[in-house]
């Protein structure tokens, strides 16, 4: 069984602190998916990573898969009240069609 | 490109009736699809994948003739809550399973309750 630890699971910030959420495991996946989820709706996919020592940037989020692939993180910038939400880590096996594997979610609220 | 909805999206039943909720993959034909519950303030609880055209296979703990899954075509799954009670009220949400990374694209969520 593949598990998804995820760190911290609650962060409350100040608009304009940076933040970074931690996605750790012993497995090795084939991708690793970030969500966003907001209260009474379903998550929403910011990015799918793939490759080791991968980056993907969006706008003032960074997401970053360990070279071996392994664990991955989630670094926000000058956090906006808009980031609050649910952040969720999601890794896929070799073999899933389809099936992933969640971390436990970090709630981030983001004061103004 | 890659909506899924649900529908309904919140539904009030009493105690004993039935409830379905439609998951479909509207720009995407989606040969899994997947159901979820989720508690407040907790991430996602698997509880079952569905296979377009054959028996769903559930998570360990979840009923089957409790939850009634069917995935009759490539684009929708319904998932049928029987006989609800007040402990089956929660925030259900599907997905449809996407082809390049094993990526999951999920509906809006149905919230039940159960009085």
């Known amino acids: 069984t593949q598990l998804l630890e995820q760190s911290p699971q609650f962060l409350s910030i100040q608009e304009g602190e940076n933040l970074t959420v931690y996605c750790n495991s012993s497995?090795?996946?084939?991708?690793l998916q970030w969500y966003r989820q907001e209260p009474g709706e379903g998550p929403v996919l910011l990015v799918t990573v793939v490759t080791g020592g991968e980056v993907k940037k969006l706008k003032r989020l960074t997401f970053q898969f360990g070279d071996a692939r392994k664990d991955s993180s989630l670094h926000i910038t000058a956090a906006q009240p808009g980031d609050t939400g649910l952040y969720l880590c999601?890794?896929?096996?070799?073999?899933?069609?389809?099936?992933?594997?969640f971390g436990g979610g970090t709630r981030l609220m983001v004061k103004p | 490109g890659a909506v899924v909805s649900q529908h309904p999206s919140w539904v009030i039943c009493k105690s004993g009736t039935s409830v379905k909720i439609e998951c479909r993959s509207l720009d995407f034909q989606a040969t899994t699809m997947f159901w979820y519950r989720q508690f407040p303030k907790q991430s996602l609880m698997l509880m079952a994948t569905s296979n377009e055209g054959s028996k769903a296979t559930y998570e360990q703990g979840v009923e089957k003739d409790k939850f009634l899954i069917n995935h009759a075509s490539l684009t929708l799954s319904t998932l049928t809550v029987t006989s609800a009670h007040p402990e089956d009220s929660s925030f259900y949400i599907c997905s449809g399973g996407g082809r390049i990374y094993n990526e999951q694209f999920f509906g809006p969520g149905t919230r039940l309750t159960v009085l």
């Open positions: 497995s090795v996946f084939s991708s």
């Open positions: 999601a890794g896929a096996g070799n073999n899933a069609g389809n099936m992933l594997t």
